[in-house]
């Protein structure tokens, strides 16, 4: 059974910078792994995602240039470095990992529906 822990999140002003880990377990039939986050009102959206053989990435528009999702396979973690942070970046995050064919779908975009998920990790942007 997959697992998946984040860890990272906190409260910074605008401009700074936060990194979200995400630790997981039983990751045999784990091929992609992506951050997602919702806003307050709002519906969760994909921010990132990454192949976990390869390394292929994969971002939203409103974060390209400013969050890098990265990896450490021996430790079985992704990081998400969130530089330039903006007010709406506000939201609880979360990862999720998911099989390269899953569903119907192949692939690790984070338009792409993700299986397994962690609890979240609360991350506060003030102006």
């Known amino acids: 059974q997959v697992q998946l822990v984040e860890s990272g999140g906190g409260s910074v002003q605008a401009g700074g910078s936060l990194r979200l880990s995400c630790s997981g377990s039983g990751y045999s039939s784990v091929d992609c792994v992506g951050w997602f986050r919702r806003a307050p009102g709002n519906e969760r959206e994909g921010v990132a995602a990454i192949a976990v053989a390869g390394g292929s990435t994969y971002y939203v528009d409103s974060v390209e240039g400013r969050f890098t999702i990265s990896q450490d396979n021996a430790k079985n973690t992704v990081y998400l470095q969130m530089n330039s942070l903006k007010p709406e970046d506000t939201g609880m995050y979360y990862c999720?990992?998911?099989?390269?064919?899953?569903?119907?779908?192949?692939?690790?975009?984070?338009?792409?529906?993700?299986?397994?998920w962690g609890q979240g990790t609360q991350v506060t942007v003030s102006p």
């Open positions: 999720a990992a998911r099989s390269l064919w899953d569903g119907g779908q192949f692939g690790c975009s984070y338009r792409l529906s993700y299986k397994y």
